[in-house]
């Protein structure tokens, strides 16, 4: 099976322009996370969602950054207004939802480096 | 909140020997799952292996294998037979127990460069 399809796999724009990253999880994996690594760093989570409906979004800053997954399958994280400090890694993760599967690791995509200059 | 702490930034070990990477973590949970993750330059996260915080036996995945001190919330990894391909940077993950709801997030350490001498 395909693996969780992540794009753009980089990112350079200057602060204060909007970015959007895209996310394709495994097909029928109902469970979607966003988590932003920096540098040095392990990934902290920003949003989770559940099909469509956003589960867990405490650590999002919503003041710039919104999400969607529209239709429970793809999703969209956007910035807007980038600043320096969101130069990191954005990672897509994807699980089953119910059942022992749940219990398992998740699957990672490749994430998208954003640099911001 | 849970926190995961990995005391090593940096370990280096001879082709084919053993090495073991360190991680602690703290919480007021008393069932949760611990895991351990790898990643490449690549970026893509990997599982490396898998502890249900319940099973007293530890885990172990064919060279991989943990030492889980619950009591102690000690979760080492000991990597056996150590190939280049296992240079990556190593991140120890907690989630608390799936009790029926949705998957909760992963908590992660801040990682460990493992450099393979050859």
């Known amino acids: 099976e395909a693996g969780v399809v992540q794009s753009p796999r980089y990112k350079i724009i200057e602060k204060k322009q909007p970015v959007a990253f895209w996310c394709n999880p495994i097909?029928?994996?109902?469970?979607l996370y966003w988590y932003r690594q920096n540098l040095g760093q392990g990934p902290e989570l920003l949003i989770r969602?559940?099909?469509?409906?956003?589960?867990?979004d405490s650590q999002l800053p919503k003041d710039r950054f919104s999400a969607e997954r529209l239709k429970g399958v793809d999703s969209t994280l956007k910035i807007q207004p980038a600043e320096l400090g969101d130069s990191a890694v954005y990672l897509c993760?994807?699980?089953?939802?119910?059942?022992?599967?749940?219990?398992?690791?998740?699957?990672f995509g490749s994430g998208t480096r954003l640099t911001v200059v | 909140a849970q926190t995961v702490t990995q005391s090593q930034p940096e370990m280096s070990v001879q082709e084919a020997e053993t090495v073991t990477l360190s991680c602690t973590y703290d919480?007021?949970?008393?069932?949760?799952?611990l895991f351990w993750y790898k990643q490449p330059p690549s970026r893509q996260m990997i599982l490396v292996i898998r502890?249900?915080?319940?099973?007293?036996q530890n885990a172990t995945e064919n060279r991989f294998s943990v030492n889980f001190q619950k009591a102690a919330k000690s979760f080492s990894l000991k990597i056996s037979d150590s190939q280049l391909g296992d240079a990556a940077m190593y991140f120890c993950a907690y989630r608390s127990y799936y009790s029926g709801g949705g998957a909760d997030g992963l908590t992660f350490g801040k990682g460990t460069h493992l450099i393979i001498q050859p």
């Open positions: 993760a994807s699980s089953r939802t119910g059942g022992v599967s749940a219990n398992y690791g998740y699957t």
């Open positions: 502890q249900e915080a319940y099973k007293q």
């Open positions: 969602y559940e099909n469509e409906e956003a589960v867990d």
């Open positions: 919480t007021s949970e008393s069932d949760y799952y």
């Open positions: 097909s029928g994996h109902n469970t």
